[in-house]
């Protein structure tokens, strides 16, 4: 049999402008719209949460972690990564290990500026050991993260 009967739907008020009644006929549109909202609730969702879940952790290690003193050895890019074109730099610190006794190396997470010219002569940094993981540390870079900020320079001009 060549044909066969579908349910339609239509306006009474426009009978012309009728459509077959299916389940895609019906969700196809609101759902690649939802999918496409869903990615960028998500990603503005992860954008917002990132910093959040950072300072939380900082507050974490300040408050139950370990503070030893790391002697800054150098400042190094990070080739792995690429934001904009550029790379981002990364402080080594070499410091005593107070559970094992050991000289270890700890990295800083990626800094989006060249922390060299602030790190003024400074040859320690703190370092945060979480006590129950001896893998976890935190490199505290606040301190120059807080004299990154632009200088305001008034200019002159005679008239």
Request: proline share 8%; aromatic share 10%.
């Amino acid at each position: 049999m060549p044909w066969a009967r579908v349910p339609i739907i239509y306006d009474p008020a426009d009978p012309y402008d009728a459509r077959i009644d299916s389940f895609f006929g019906r969700w196809l549109v609101p759902m690649l719209l939802g999918a496409i909202g869903s990615v960028f609730l998500c990603t503005g969702g992860g954008m917002l949460l990132f910093p959040y879940l950072s300072r939380r952790r900082t507050e974490w290690f300040k408050t139950n972690g370990m503070r030893i003193c790391a002697d800054v050895v150098s400042v190094e890019v990070n080739l792995r990564v690429t934001v904009n074109g550029t790379h981002p730099h990364k402080i080594l610190c070499r410091g005593s290990d107070p559970f094992s006794g050991q000289v270890r190396e700890f990295r800083s997470r990626n800094l989006y500026y060249d922390p060299e010219p602030l790190l003024k002569g400074r040859k320690q940094l703190d370092v945060w050991l979480d006590p129950k993981d001896r893998d976890r540390y935190l490199v505290d870079t606040d301190c120059l993260e807080a004299t990154n900020e632009p200088e305001l320079v008034t200019v002159r001009t005679e008239r």
